[in-house]
T-cell receptor, first 113, second 113 residues
Framework: GDSVTQMEGPVTLSEEAFLTINCTYTATGYPSLFWYVQYPGEGLQLLLKATKADDKGSNKGFEATYRKETTSFHLEKGSAQVSDSAVYFCALSGGGGNYQLIWGAGTKLIIKP | DGGITQSPKYLFRKEGQNVTLSCEQNLNHDAMYWYRQDPGQGLRLIYYSQIVNDFQKGDIAEGYSVSREKKESFPLTVTSAQKNPTAFYLC????????????FGQGTRLTVV
C-alpha cells in the first residue's frame, strides 16, 4: 500500500542555517503531497502542498518540490528561525484513487539561537 | 470564521468511565476523521466518516465509538474497553475527493486518573 517515509528526528540546527527535512513516498497513481506543521500542544496546520509532478509548494519561506522520478517531496528553507521549531509531517493523498491522507511519522525540528 | 472546534481541550477520566470528545466543523466538509497521537509519535487513524450516517474503522478502532448524525459533528467516545486511553486526540475534516487536504482542530488531551 501507499506509504510515506520521513527522516528521523530530532533534527537540530542553528538559527539561519539551511533547513532540509527529507520525505519520500511510495504510491500508485498520482498522489497529492502535503507538509503539515505541529507546534507543541496544538493541532496540525497545512504548511504547503503540491498536486502534480514538478509542482513546487511554498509558504512562509518553506518550499517543497514534487519529484516523481525520485518519489520525493523534501521540505526546505533557506534560513531557519527559532520559531520554526516544531514537528513536521509529510503526507500523501489520492495515490490509488483513495483520497485519504497517508502520514509520515513526523520529524521534530529544533532550531537553536 | 470557518474552522474546526474540539472540546474540551483537557479531559480527565477515571478508569472504567466512558468519555465523549466533541468535534464540530463549519467548513461544510464531507469527510471527518479522528486521530490519536501519543508522545513523540505520529498520527494513528481511529475512525473516519465520508458522509452523514456512515463511518468506517481506522487502524486502532478498538475501544472507541463514533457517530455522524449531522454533517457538522463527529463526536468520539472513548469507552472503558480502551485499555490505554491517555493520549492527544485530533479531529480533522476535508472535502474528500475534490480537496483532500485535512484541516485540524486544536486537539483534546485525555488523561486517565
Amino acid at each position: 500500500g501507499d506509504s510515506v517515509t520521513q527522516m528521523e528526528g530530532p533534527v537540530t540546527l542553528s538559527e539561519e542555517a539551511f533547513l532540509t527535512i527529507n520525505c519520500t513516498y511510495t504510491a500508485t497513481g498520482y498522489p497529492s503531497l502535503f507538509w503539515y506543521v505541529q507546534y507543541p500542544g496544538e493541532g496540525l496546520q497545512l504548511l504547503l502542498k503540491a498536486t502534480k509532478a514538478d509542482d513546487k509548494g511554498s509558504n512562509k519561506g518553506f518550499e517543497a518540490t514534487y519529484r516523481k522520478e525520485t518519489t520525493s517531496f523534501h521540505l526546505e528553507k533557506g534560513s531557519a528561525q527559532v520559531s520554526d521549531s516544531a514537528v513536521y509531517f509529510c503526507a500523501l493523498s489520492g495515490g490509488g484513487g483513495n483520497y485519504q491522507l497517508i502520514w509520515g511519522a513526523g520529524t521534530k525540528l529544533i532550531i537553536k539561537p | 470564521d470557518g474552522g474546526i472546534t474540539q472540546s474540551p481541550k483537557y479531559l480527565f477520566r477515571k478508569e472504567g468511565q466512558n468519555v465523549t470528545l466533541s468535534c464540530e466543523q463549519n467548513l461544510n466538509h464531507d469527510a471527518m476523521y479522528w486521530y490519536r497521537q501519543d508522545p513523540g509519535q505520529g498520527l494513528r487513524l481511529i475512525y473516519y466518516s465520508q458522509i452523514v450516517n456512515d463511518f468506517q474503522k481506522g487502524d486502532i478502532a478498538e475501544g472507541y465509538s463514533v457517530s455522524r448524525e449531522k454533517k457538522e459533528s463527529f463526536p468520539l467516545t472513548v469507552t472503558s474497553a480502551q485499555k490505554n486511553p491517555t493520549a492527544f486526540y485530533l479531529c480533522a475534516s476535508s472535502m474528500g475527493h475534490t480537496l483532500p487536504e485535512a484541516f485540524f482542530g486544536q486537539g483534546t488531551r485525555l488523561t486517565v486518573v
